[in-house]
C-alpha cells in the first residue's frame, strides 16, 4: 500500500517538455508542413511533384541551386581557411588578452548582416573610400568593385567569419596546452607536433564552424540581394520573390525542402564522422572505434602533412638563417581583427555628415541625420517595436530555457540527448526556412502582421544561444551547494532563492541579453511575418536599403550598433565562466 | 651557502665519471620574480635522483629546464659533457613524464607509444618489436587499442612511462607522475618505477613534493625551497643529518627546541638546559641555536625529578606505533613514538623525557 501511496520520482528532464513542446509546434511542425505542402499542387491541393519537376527541370532554377551550393561552399572554405590561423592565435593569447580579443571578434558578430553588408555597399561604392583612395592614387576608372561573385562571397566570408572563429576557438581552448611540449620532448618539432596533435585535436571544432556556416550560408539572401549581380542571386532571395512577388508557397516550399534536406544532409554527414553531441563544445566522449576509416584517413594526412611541413619548415629555417616568423601570426591576426571591425564603426562617422550623399570621410559634422532618425515616426515605431518585441522575446525564450536547462543539467534520463538536440535544432536550420513554414502557418491562424507573431519567430531563433548559456550555467552550478543549504535548514523555495539565484544570477541575466539580441537584429522572420505593417527597426533598415541609400539609414545603423555593443558588453561581462 | 653545498657534493659523487648531467649556475627569473637562482647540479649516469620541495620552490623550473621546454636567463646545462643549453626539446632526447601525463587524447596507447619512434624514423619491423616489448614490460598489451581516455588513472600512467622507455633516453625526468594516483597505486607504481629503472640503467630526475616518496625512491635527494638547493646527498644523510632547519622540517617528523648557547656546552631553552651533542662544531656562547630531535629517538620515562618533563596530550594511533604528544611546562609540544607493547600512557599522565645527546642535532636558528 505504501509503495501506491509513494509518489513517484519524476525525472527532471519533464521540465524541457514546455520548450520542446513550443518547438514542435512553431518550427518541427511548420517545417513538415511546409514540405507537404511543396508535394502538392498549388491550385487543387492534390499531390504533384510539379514544383521539384520545376525546380531542378527549369534553368535558372537550377542554375540559382548550383550557385547557392557553390557560393555556401566558397565561403565556408574561407571562413575556415581564414578563421583557422585567427582562432589558433585568440586560443594561444593569455586568457585576460584572449578574452579582450575575442570581443573583437564577437562584436560583428553580434552586428547585424544587415548592417556589415550595408557598410560593404558604401565602402566599396563608387563614392567609397576604396575607389576614392585609388582615384587619389591616380587610377583612372577604379573598377567596379560591387556586383559581382567577388564582392558577395568577400561580403558573406566577413559576415560569417566570427561564426567560425568562434565555434573553432571553444575546442581548441579546451586542447592541453602540454600536449604540445609533451609531443617536443617525444622528439616531434613544432610544426610537426602542430600537424600531429593540435591539428587533429582541432578538427572537431573545424567541423563544427563549416556545418553551422554552411547551413547559415545556405539560406542568406542579404549579400547576394545588396551586394550581388542577378547571376548571384541565391535560393533565399528565390524563396523570399516567390513569397512575397509572386505568391507562390508551394513552390517556396520546394525550394525550402532542398535547403532543409541539405541541412540534414550536412547533419548526418557530421554526425557520421564527429558525433552531433560535439556541438555542445565539451559534450560527451565519442566512443569511437580506433579502426574507423574516417579516423584512419585523418591520421594519415595528418602524418602527411606532419612530413611535409616539417620538412618545408626545416627548410625554410636553413635558407631564412635566423630570421624569425614569430611575428607573422599575429600580424595576421591584427589584420583581419581590423577587416572585422572597420565596416561595422566606419558608419559612426559616416552618421554625423553634413552632406546629402554618403561619402567616406564626410565633408563636415551635422545631427541632421540623427534628428531626421529621430523625428521620423517610421523610424521610431519600427525602434520602438524591435524594443518590445525583444524584451518580450527574451523573457519567453529564457523562460523556457531555463527550465530546459534545469531538467537537462539533473536529469540522468536517456532522452536528455534527444532533448539537447531539439533545443539546438534552431541553429541548423535555416533561417528563411523557419520563417517560410512560420508564415505558412501563421497565414492560416492570424498570426501574420502580428507583433506576437513575430515574437514566436523570434523565439524560436534566441532559443540555442540562451539554451546553451543557461545550461552552462546550471551545470557549472554545484547541486551539493543547495545540499548544503538544505541541511543547513533552508527549505526549497528559500534554498532557490539565497542559494542557487544568486550563483546562477549572471548567466540569466547573460542568457536575457543574447536572447534580446537575437530579436533585435533579426530580419528574415520580421520580413516575411511582419508584413508591410509591423515593421522592426532591421525590417524597416532593409525596406530603406533597397530603396534609397541615405545618411539616414546610416544613422539607424549607428543607433543598433551602439546598442548591440553596449548589450553585448554587459552580457559578455556577466557570462558564465567569465569571471 | 648553497654554492659550497653544492660543490662538495659535486666532488664525492663525480669519482672519476663524467656526470650524465650537469648544470652550472643555471636559472630563471620570470619578470621580478626567480623562479630558480642560480644553482649547480651535476647527477651521474644511471642514478635516480629526487628533486624534492614544496609548491613554489622551483624544482618544476628546474625540471623544465633540463627538458628544454624553457630558456634559462642564465648559466649553462651540460648532457654527456656536450652544452645543450639552447637545444629545443625535440633535439634534446630527454624523456619527460608529466604530472598530467599528457596523453594525446586523439591516439590509441599503442599510437601513442609509436609516437616518439615515428619522430625518429624507426623502420618498421624495429618500431613494431620494441612497441610490443614496452607494452609488455608494463602490462598493457591488452590495451593497446583503447583511447587514454577509456583508462583508469594508474593505466594512463603505465602508458606516459611506455611512451618515455620506448626510446630509450638515457636521461629521463619525471614531474611528480604519481602525484593523481591514490596511496596503493602509487606504492605499486614506485615499485614499477625502481624495477624500470634498474632494467634500463637509465638516469632518472624525479620531482615530487611527498617526503616519503623522495626517501622511497632515490640514490640521492635534491631537497629544494625558495628556487635554491637546500641540501643535497643520500636519503638517509638528509634525515639523519639534516643541515637546515627547513630541512629538518621537511623531511619526516622533528621537535625543535630553539634557544641560546649558555656556558658549558648547553642550550638554554624555555624548559631549562639541554646538552649539546657531543662532537658537534659548538656555536659560540650566546648564539641562538636548535636542537633537533626525531621522534624515534626521544625516549618516555616515569617522571623524576631532574629530566624534562611533560604531560601526554594527545594519544594517536597508527598501527605499528602510537604518536604521543608530549606538551611541556613551557607550553612547547613534541612528538614521540612508542611501540605497542609498551605500557600503555594515558592522555594527562606525567613523563620524563629523555634521548641520547648524540641523537640530537644542533642547527643554526
Given at each position: 500500500?505504501?509503495?501506491?501511496?509513494?509518489?513517484?520520482?519524476?525525472?527532471a528532464?519533464?521540465?524541457?517538455?514546455?520548450?520542446?513542446?513550443?518547438?514542435?509546434?512553431?518550427?518541427?511542425?511548420?517545417?513538415?508542413?511546409?514540405l507537404?505542402?511543396?508535394?502538392?499542387?498549388?491550385?487543387?491541393?492534390?499531390?504533384?511533384?510539379?514544383?521539384?519537376?520545376?525546380?531542378?527541370?527549369?534553368?535558372?532554377?537550377?542554375?540559382?541551386?548550383?550557385?547557392?551550393?557553390m557560393?555556401?561552399?566558397?565561403?565556408?572554405?574561407?571562413?575556415?581557411?581564414?578563421?583557422?590561423?585567427?582562432?589558433?592565435?585568440?586560443?594561444?593569447?593569455?586568457?585576460?588578452?584572449?578574452?579582450?580579443?575575442?570581443?573583437?571578434?564577437?562584436?560583428?558578430?553580434?552586428t547585424?548582416?544587415?548592417?556589415?553588408?550595408?557598410?560593404?555597399l558604401?565602402?566599396?561604392?563608387?563614392?567609397?573610400?576604396?575607389?576614392?583612395?585609388?582615384?587619389?592614387?591616380?587610377?583612372?576608372?577604379?573598377?567596379?568593385?560591387?556586383?559581382?561573385?567577388?564582392?558577395?562571397?568577400?561580403?558573406?566570408?566577413?559576415?560569417?567569419l566570427?561564426?567560425?572563429?568562434?565555434?573553432?576557438?571553444?575546442?581548441?581552448?579546451?586542447?592541453?596546452?602540454?600536449?604540445?611540449?609533451a609531443?617536443?620532448?617525444?622528439?616531434?618539432?613544432?610544426?610537426?607536433?602542430?600537424?600531429?596533435?593540435?591539428?587533429?585535436?582541432?578538427?572537431?571544432?573545424?567541423?563544427?564552424?563549416?556545418l553551422?556556416?554552411?547551413?547559415?550560408a545556405?539560406?542568406?539572401?542579404?549579400?547576394?540581394?545588396?551586394?550581388?549581380?542577378?547571376?548571384?542571386?541565391m535560393?533565399?532571395?528565390?524563396?523570399?520573390?516567390?513569397?512575397?512577388?509572386?505568391?507562390?508557397?508551394?513552390?517556396?516550399?520546394?525550394?525550402?525542402?532542398?535547403?532543409?534536406?541539405?541541412?540534414?544532409?550536412?547533419?548526418?554527414?557530421?554526425?557520421?564522422?564527429?558525433?552531433?553531441?560535439?556541438?555542445?563544445?565539451?559534450?560527451?566522449?565519442?566512443?569511437?572505434?580506433?579502426?574507423?576509416?574516417?579516423?584512419?584517413?585523418?591520421?594519415?594526412?595528418?602524418?602527411?602533412?606532419?612530413?611535409?611541413?616539417?620538412g618545408?619548415?626545416?627548410?625554410?629555417?636553413?635558407?631564412?638563417?635566423?630570421?624569425?616568423?614569430?611575428?607573422?601570426?599575429?600580424?595576421?591576426?591584427?589584420?583581419?581583427?581590423?577587416?572585422?571591425?572597420?565596416?561595422?564603426?566606419?558608419?559612426?562617422?559616416?552618421?554625423?555628415?553634413?552632406?546629402?550623399?554618403?561619402?567616406f570621410?564626410?565633408?563636415g559634422?551635422?545631427?541632421?541625420?540623427f534628428?531626421?532618425?529621430?523625428?521620423?515616426?517610421?523610424?521610431?515605431?519600427?525602434?520602438l517595436?524591435?524594443?518590445?518585441?525583444?524584451?518580450?522575446?527574451?523573457?519567453?525564450t529564457?523562460?523556457?530555457?531555463?527550465?530546459?536547462?534545469?531538467?537537462?543539467?539533473?536529469?540522468?534520463?536517456?532522452?536528455?540527448?534527444?532533448?539537447?538536440?531539439?533545443?539546438?535544432?534552431?541553429?541548423?536550420?535555416?533561417?528563411?526556412?523557419?520563417?517560410?513554414?512560420?508564415?505558412?502557418?501563421?497565414?492560416?491562424?492570424?498570426?501574420?502582421?502580428?507583433?506576437l507573431?513575430?515574437?514566436?519567430?523570434?523565439?524560436?531563433?534566441?532559443?540555442?544561444?540562451?539554451?546553451?548559456?543557461?545550461?552552462?550555467?546550471?551545470?557549472?552550478?554545484?547541486?551539493?551547494?543547495?545540499?548544503?543549504?538544505?541541511?543547513l535548514?533552508?527549505?526549497r523555495?528559500?534554498?532557490?532563492?539565497?542559494?542557487?539565484?544568486?550563483?546562477?544570477?549572471?548567466?540569466?541575466v547573460?542568457?536575457?541579453?543574447?536572447?534580446?539580441?537575437?530579436?533585435?537584429?533579426?530580419?528574415?522572420?520580421?520580413?516575411?511575418?511582419?508584413?508591410?505593417?509591423?515593421?522592426?527597426?532591421?525590417?524597416?533598415?532593409?525596406?530603406?536599403?533597397?530603396?534609397?541609400?541615405?545618411?539616414?539609414?546610416?544613422?539607424?545603423?549607428?543607433?543598433?550598433?551602439?546598442?548591440?555593443?553596449?548589450?553585448?558588453?554587459?552580457?559578455?561581462?556577466?557570462?558564465?565562466?567569465?569571471? | 651557502?648553497?654554492?659550497?653545498?653544492?660543490?662538495?657534493?659535486?666532488?664525492?659523487?663525480?669519482?672519476?665519471?663524467?656526470?650524465?648531467?650537469?648544470a652550472?649556475?643555471?636559472?630563471?627569473?620570470?619578470?621580478?620574480?626567480?623562479?630558480?637562482?642560480?644553482?649547480?647540479?651535476?647527477?651521474?649516469p644511471?642514478?635516480?635522483?629526487?628533486?624534492?620541495?614544496?609548491?613554489?620552490?622551483?624544482?618544476?623550473?628546474?625540471?623544465?629546464?633540463?627538458?628544454?621546454?624553457?630558456?634559462?636567463?642564465?648559466?649553462?646545462?651540460?648532457?654527456?659533457?656536450?652544452?645543450?643549453?639552447?637545444?629545443?626539446?625535440?633535439?634534446?632526447?630527454?624523456?619527460?613524464?608529466?604530472?598530467?601525463?599528457?596523453?594525446?587524447?586523439?591516439?590509441?596507447?599503442?599510437?601513442?607509444?609509436?609516437?616518439?619512434?615515428?619522430m625518429?624514423?624507426?623502420?618498421?619491423?624495429?618500431?613494431?618489436?620494441?612497441?610490443?616489448?614496452?607494452?609488455?614490460?608494463?602490462?598493457?598489451?591488452?590495451?593497446?587499442?583503447?583511447?587514454?581516455?577509456?583508462?583508469?588513472?594508474?593505466?594512463?600512467?603505465?602508458?606516459?612511462?611506455?611512451?618515455?622507455?620506448?626510446?630509450?633516453?638515457?636521461?629521463?625526468?619525471?614531474?611528480?607522475?604519481?602525484?593523481?594516483?591514490?596511496?596503493?597505486?602509487?606504492?605499486?607504481?614506485?615499485?614499477?618505477?625502481?624495477?624500470?629503472?634498474?632494467?634500463?640503467?637509465?638516469?632518472?630526475?624525479?620531482?615530487?613534493?611527498?617526503?616519503?616518496?623522495?626517501?622511497?625512491?632515490?640514490?640521492?635527494?635534491?631537497?629544494?625551497?625558495?628556487?635554491r638547493?637546500?641540501?643535497?646527498?643520500?636519503?638517509?644523510?638528509?634525515?639523519?643529518?639534516?643541515?637546515?632547519?627547513?630541512?629538518?622540517?621537511?623531511?619526516?617528523?622533528?621537535?625543535?627546541?630553539?634557544?641560546?648557547?649558555?656556558?658549558?656546552?648547553?642550550?638554554?631553552?624555555?624548559?631549562?638546559?639541554?646538552?649539546?651533542?657531543?662532537?658537534?662544531?659548538?656555536?659560540?656562547?650566546?648564539?641562538?641555536?636548535?636542537?633537533?630531535?626525531?621522534?624515534?629517538?626521544?625516549?618516555?620515562?616515569?617522571?623524576?625529578?631532574?629530566?624534562?618533563?611533560?604531560?601526554?596530550?594527545e594519544?594517536?594511533?597508527?598501527?605499528?606505533?602510537?604518536?604521543?604528544?608530549?606538551?611541556?611546562?613551557?607550553?612547547?609540544?613534541?612528538?614521540?613514538r612508542?611501540?605497542?607493547?609498551?605500557?600503555?600512557?594515558?592522555?594527562?599522565?606525567?613523563?620524563a623525557?629523555?634521548?641520547?645527546?648524540?641523537?640530537?642535532?644542533?642547527?643554526?636558528?
Amino acid at each position: 500500500m505504501s509503495a501506491a501511496l509513494a509518489p513517484r520520482r519524476r525525472d527532471a528532464l519533464w521540465l524541457a517538455v514546455p520548450g520542446v513542446l513550443f518547438l514542435v509546434a512553431f518550427l518541427v511542425g511548420p517545417a513538415l508542413g511546409l514540405l507537404s505542402l511543396s508535394f502538392t499542387d498549388g491550385d487543387t491541393g492534390a499531390f504533384s511533384l510539379a514544383a521539384y519537376r520545376r525546380a531542378f527541370g527549369v534553368g535558372v532554377y537550377t542554375r540559382i541551386i548550383g550557385s547557392t551550393f557553390m557560393i555556401a561552399l566558397q565561403t565556408m572554405g574561407f571562413c575556415l581557411l581564414l578563421g583557422y590561423p585567427l582562432a589558433y592565435w585568440l586560443a594561444g593569447l593569455p586568457a585576460r588578452r584572449r578574452r579582450m580579443a575575442t570581443l573583437l571578434v564577437l562584436l560583428p558578430f553580434w552586428t547585424s548582416a544587415l548592417v556589415k553588408n550595408f557598410a560593404w555597399l558604401v565602402l566599396l561604392g563608387r563614392t567609397g573610400i576604396v575607389a576614392g583612395t585609388l582615384q587619389a592614387l591616380g587610377v583612372e576608372a577604379p573598377p567596379d568593385l560591387l556586383f559581382n561573385r567577388g564582392v558577395v562571397l568577400f561580403a558573406m566570408t566577413h559576415s560569417l567569419l566570427p561564426l567560425a572563429v568562434i565555434s573553432m576557438l571553444s575546442v581548441m581552448t579546451g586542447i592541453d596546452e602540454r600536449l604540445r611540449p609533451a609531443a617536443g620532448t617525444l622528439g616531434a618539432s613544432r610544426v610537426v607536433a602542430f600537424w600531429r596533435v593540435y591539428m587533429p585535436l582541432s578538427m572537431p571544432g573545424v567541423a563544427s564552424a563549416g556545418l553551422l556556416v554552411f547551413i547559415a550560408a545556405l539560406g542568406y539572401f542579404i549579400t547576394p540581394a545588396l551586394l550581388g549581380s542577378p547571376r548571384e542571386t541565391m535560393m533565399g532571395n528565390a524563396i523570399i520573390i516567390q513569397v512575397q512577388q509572386m505568391d507562390n508557397m508551394v513552390f517556396a516550399a520546394a525550394l525550402s525542402a532542398v535547403l532543409i534536406a541539405a541541412a540534414l544532409l550536412t547533419c548526418v554527414v557530421y554526425d557520421a564522422i564527429f558525433g552531433l553531441s560535439g556541438m555542445s563544445g565539451g559534450g560527451g566522449a565519442v566512443r569511437r572505434s580506433p579502426h574507423g576509416l574516417v579516423r584512419r584517413l585523418g591520421l594519415g594526412l595528418s602524418r602527411v602533412l606532419a612530413a611535409v611541413f616539417g620538412g618545408l619548415a626545416e627548410g625554410a629555417a636553413r635558407l631564412l638563417g635566423g630570421h624569425r616568423l614569430g611575428w607573422l601570426l599575429p600580424a595576421y591576426a591584427c589584420a583581419m581583427v581590423v577587416v572585422l571591425v572597420v565596416p561595422v564603426l566606419s558608419m559612426v562617422p559616416m552618421a554625423f555628415t553634413s552632406s546629402n550623399f554618403m561619402s567616406f570621410p564626410p565633408p563636415g559634422f551635422s545631427l541632421r541625420w540623427f534628428e531626421e532618425y529621430a523625428t521620423s515616426p517610421v523610424w521610431v515605431s519600427a525602434t520602438l517595436r524591435s524594443f518590445g518585441i525583444g524584451i518580450a522575446t527574451a523573457f519567453v525564450t529564457v523562460t523556457l530555457a531555463t527550465l530546459a536547462a534545469l531538467g537537462l543539467a539533473r536529469s540522468g534520463s536517456r532522452l536528455s540527448g534527444a532533448a539537447f538536440l531539439m533545443f539546438m535544432t534552431p541553429m541548423v536550420v535555416p533561417s528563411i526556412v523557419v520563417a517560410v513554414s512560420l508564415f505558412q502557418l501563421f497565414a492560416k491562424i492570424g498570426l501574420v502582421a502580428t507583433d506576437l507573431g513575430i515574437m514566436i519567430g523570434h523565439t524560436v531563433h534566441a532559443m540555442p544561444i540562451a539554451f546553451v548559456i543557461l545550461l552552462a550555467t546550471l551545470k557549472g552550478h554545484d547541486l551539493r551547494l543547495d545540499q548544503a543549504a538544505a541541511t543547513l535548514g533552508a527549505n526549497r523555495p528559500r534554498t532557490f532563492l539565497r542559494v542557487t539565484m544568486p550563483l546562477i544570477r549572471g548567466g540569466l541575466v547573460g542568457a536575457l541579453i543574447f536572447a534580446f539580441l537575437a530579436s533585435f537584429e533579426e530580419l528574415t522572420v520580421a520580413m516575411f511575418i511582419g508584413g508591410g505593417l509591423r515593421s522592426t527597426l532591421p525590417k524597416q533598415m532593409w525596406d530603406d536599403v533597397n530603396l534609397q541609400v541615405s545618411p539616414v539609414l546610416v544613422a539607424a545603423s549607428v543607433v543598433v550598433v551602439v546598442i548591440v555593443t553596449v548589450l553585448f558588453l554587459l552580457g559578455e561581462y556577466l557570462r558564465p565562466g567569465r569571471r | 651557502m648553497n654554492a659550497d653545498t653544492g660543490s662538495t657534493v659535486t666532488a664525492s659523487v663525480n669519482q672519476g665519471r663524467p656526470a650524465k648531467l650537469s648544470a652550472r649556475g643555471i636559472a630563471k627569473r620570470y619578470g621580478m620574480v626567480d623562479a630558480l637562482l642560480p644553482i649547480d647540479l651535476d647527477v651521474a649516469p644511471g642514478e635516480f635522483l629526487t628533486v624534492l620541495g614544496p609548491s613554489g620552490s622551483g624544482k618544476t623550473t628546474l625540471l623544465q629546464l633540463i627538458a628544454g621546454l624553457i630558456e634559462p636567463s642564465a648559466g649553462a646545462l651540460f648532457i654527456d659533457g656536450r652544452d645543450e643549453t639552447h637545444t629545443p626539446a625535440h633535439k634534446r632526447g630527454v624523456g619527460v613524464v608529466f604530472q598530467s601525463y599528457a596523453l594525446f587524447p586523439h591516439m590509441t596507447v599503442r599510437e601513442n607509444v609509436c609516437f616518439p619512434l615515428q619522430m625518429r624514423h624507426i623502420p618498421r619491423a624495429e618500431l613494431q618489436r620494441r612497441v610490443a616489448a614496452t607494452l609488455e614490460m608494463v602490462g598493457l598489451g591488452a590495451l593497446q587499442d583503447r583511447f587514454p581516455g577509456e583508462l583508469s588513472g594508474g593505466q594512463q600512467q603505465r602508458v606516459a612511462l611506455a611512451r618515455c622507455f620506448v626510446y630509450q633516453p638515457a636521461l629521463i625526468l619525471m614531474d611528480e607522475p604519481l602525484g593523481a594516483l591514490d596511496r596503493k597505486l602509487r606504492e605499486t607504481m614506485q615499485i614499477e618505477i625502481k624495477r624500470l629503472h634498474r632494467d634500463t640503467g637509465a638516469t632518472i630526475i624525479f620531482v615530487t613534493h611527498d617526503q616519503d616518496e623522495a626517501l622511497a625512491l632515490s640514490d640521492r635527494i635534491c631537497l629544494m625551497n625558495h628556487g635554491r638547493i637546500e641540501q643535497l646527498g643520500e636519503p638517509q644523510d638528509i634525515y639523519e643529518r639534516p643541515k637546515t632547519l627547513f630541512a629538518a622540517d621537511f623531511i619526516g617528523i622533528s621537535n625543535v627546541m630553539r634557544g641560546r648557547v649558555g656556558p658549558g656546552g648547553m642550550l638554554e631553552t624555555a624548559d631549562g638546559a639541554l646538552p649539546l651533542p657531543a662532537g658537534a662544531p659548538c656555536p659560540a656562547a650566546g648564539q641562538t641555536a636548535a636542537l633537533v630531535i626525531r621522534p624515534e629517538h626521544i625516549e618516555l620515562l616515569p617522571p623524576d625529578g631532574t629530566a624534562l618533563r611533560g604531560r601526554i596530550s594527545e594519544s594517536v594511533y597508527a598501527g605499528s606505533e602510537f604518536r604521543l604528544l608530549v606538551t611541556l611546562d613551557s607550553g612547547t609540544t613534541l612528538v614521540a613514538r612508542r611501540s605497542p607493547g609498551h605500557a600503555e600512557l594515558r592522555i594527562g599522565d606525567e613523563v620524563a623525557l629523555g634521548w641520547a645527546a648524540d641523537r640530537a642535532r644542533l642547527l643554526p636558528a
